[in-house]
T-cell receptor
Framework: DAGVIQSPRHEVTEMGQEVTLRCKPI?????LFWYRQTMMRGLELLIY????????DSGMPEDRFSAKMPNASFSTLKIQPSEPRDSAVYFC???????????????FGPGTRLTVL | GENVEQHPSTLSVQEGDSAVIKCTYS??????FPWYKQELGKRPQLIID?????GEKKDQRIAVTLNKTAKHFSLHITETQPEDSAVYFC???????????FGKGTHLIIQP
């Protein structure tokens, strides 16, 4: 079975450019999460979706960040314009939630290492 | 929101000894507590988790304990091996489709 797929794996861009990160969750999973990891701040939840609907975006740092989930098998995280402080590893994770019989376990993708020069 | 504190930040133990990592959380509504292991340059991988209706869970050399009254949970690794060297993260959530709040991580070093 394929796990969570993220692309690109590495992205180097210049300040001011638009960056789009992509994620394909595990087939059948209905919850999708975006996390960011830096040395200073550790692993932070940015936003998550349930059944393609954004549930909580309180972790999104600024209006420069936006995320979409147009269907059950695809999500994007966009940064426009990018800044050097956005440099981090961005992880996507997915899980299967049945409501009262939730499985909870989140499976992480390999991450996208973003460097903004 | 939830706040998760994790200690210690670095733990060095002799191979074969036990390692204990401790976490506290602030949100009394949290009921799901996973532990992830992350090797350098890799993704976090779930190693064990516990839900609030259970006080202890064990999987071979790894165990997790939960004290809901005190709002703390711990990871115990026995008979440590070189391959246990990694960064370990605790996390908490309200379960279901809720996002995870992570601790800052513990760098576990197994000395040969």
């Amino acid at each position: 079975d394929a796990g969570v797929i993220q692309s690109p794996r590495h992205e180097v861009t210049e300040m001011g450019q638009e960056v789009t990160l992509r994620c394909k969750p595990i087939s059948g999973h209905n919850s999708l999460f975006w996390y960011r990891q830096t040395m200073m701040r550790g692993l932070e939840l940015l936003i998550y979706f349930n059944n393609n609907v954004p549930i909580d975006d309180s972790g999104m740092p600024e209006d420069r960040f936006s995320a979409k989930m147009p269907n059950a098998s695809f999500s994007t995280l966009k940064i426009q314009p990018s800044e050097p402080r956005d440099s981090a590893v961005y992880f996507c994770a997915s899980s299967f939630d049945q409501g009262t019989i939730a499985t909870d376990t989140q499976y992480f993708g390999p991450g996208t290492r973003l460097t903004v020069l | 929101g939830e706040n998760v504190e994790q200690h210690p930040s670095t733990l060095s133990v002799q191979e074969g000894d036990s390692a204990v990592i401790k976490c506290t959380y602030s949100d009394s509504a949290s009921n799901y507590f996973p532990w992830y292991k992350q090797e350098l340059g890799k993704r976090p991988q779930l190693i064990i988790d516990i839900r609030s209706n259970v006080g202890e869970k064990k999987d071979q050399r790894i165990a997790v304990t939960l004290n809901k009254t005190a709002k703390h949970f711990s990871l115990h690794i026995t008979e440590t091996q070189p391959e246990d060297s990694a960064v370990y993260f605790c996390a908490a959530s309200r379960g279901g489709a809720d996002g995870l709040t992570f601790g800052k991580g513990t760098h576990l070093i197994i000395q040969p």
